[in-house]
């Protein structure tokens, strides 16, 4: 049931506190349960088999071509998101989906200190995409896949994708991927809002009558006044998003 005001936005039913109280404790039983399947799955995830992946595949780094096995600095693992890229376009057109994803990594220590590494696979070339992550502020490592090396990481799927690796010795597996709503993993703004009354405020939501809900789940939810989102502070404080790219009569949209 939701309280309606003349000229406001729907509301929650008010109550007293022990009858809220009651009704979160009946929800948190569930939100347990949620949690313990959440880690019945992360024990099966655990058990999969792997795909062994050849250590030597190039990648380009800002001192030029680095093999894979590289990229795990020494760590045992690596987690790898696979950015998409649309080579000659300016930042206002870069992925929205992947900017949002990508926005949300910024400390890295506490993978590190479970022999984890981190980094990004962009899909267009180093010297272009690294300036859109520098004009992002973004500090994870970052490289580009060259066409040679895509067929071998990113086989029959497409970037953006998120995928866990595993080192032994001089050898490199693929352990685990996953895309879509999978990479929700990375952005904990979506994790704080499904806390909110109002949620995501997308349409595909299951909220009651009058919530608002003002983006769609294709790119909208993640644009702003015809920029991916986050990119408005960056702009705001005076960064240059000057990628170098070509005239619009030159661009050729990257593999993605």
Not at 96 to 119: K, M, P, Q
Not at 130 to 136: C, G, H, I, L, N
Request: aromatic content about 12%; some cysteine.
């Amino acid at each position: 049931m939701t309280e309606m005001r003349a000229g406001a936005r729907a509301l929650p039913e008010i109550t007293d506190r022990q009858t809220w109280q009651a009704r979160i404790d009946e929800l948190r039983v569930k939100e347990k349960a949620h949690t313990r399947a959440g880690d019945a799955l992360a024990a099966e995830r655990r058990r999969l088999p792997m795909v062994e992946v050849d250590p030597q595949t190039p990648l380009i780094g800002a001192d030029g071509p680095v093999p894979l096995i590289d990229i795990f600095d020494g760590r045992s693992q690596l987690i790898a998101y696979f950015q998409m890229w649309y080579t000659g376009r300016p930042a206002a057109e870069q992925c929205e989906g992947c900017t949002f994803s990508t926005s949300h990594i910024n400390e890295l220590s506490y993978l590190h200190s479970r022999d984890v590494s981190y980094a990004t696979f962009c899909a267009g070339p180093y010297e272009e995409s690294s300036r859109y992550r520098d004009f992002m502020g973004w500090t994870v490592p970052w490289y580009s896949v060259p066409e040679e090396s895509v067929d071998r990481l990113v086989a029959d799927r497409h970037f953006g994708i998120l995928v866990c690796y595993l080192r032994d010795g001089d050898k490199v597996f693929e352990t685990y991927w996953t895309t879509g709503r999978g990479n929700e993993v990375m952005a904990p703004s979506y994790g704080l809002l499904d806390l909110t009354v109002y949620g995501r405020q997308e349409f595909w939501e299951d909220s009651p009558e009058g919530w608002p809900q003002h983006w769609n789940a294709a790119g909208g939810q993640f644009r702003l006044d015809g920029r991916p989102t986050a990119q408005w502070s960056r702009i705001k404080a005076g960064r240059n998003d000057d990628l170098g790219t070509a005239p619009d009569d030159q661009h050729q949209p990257r593999r993605h």
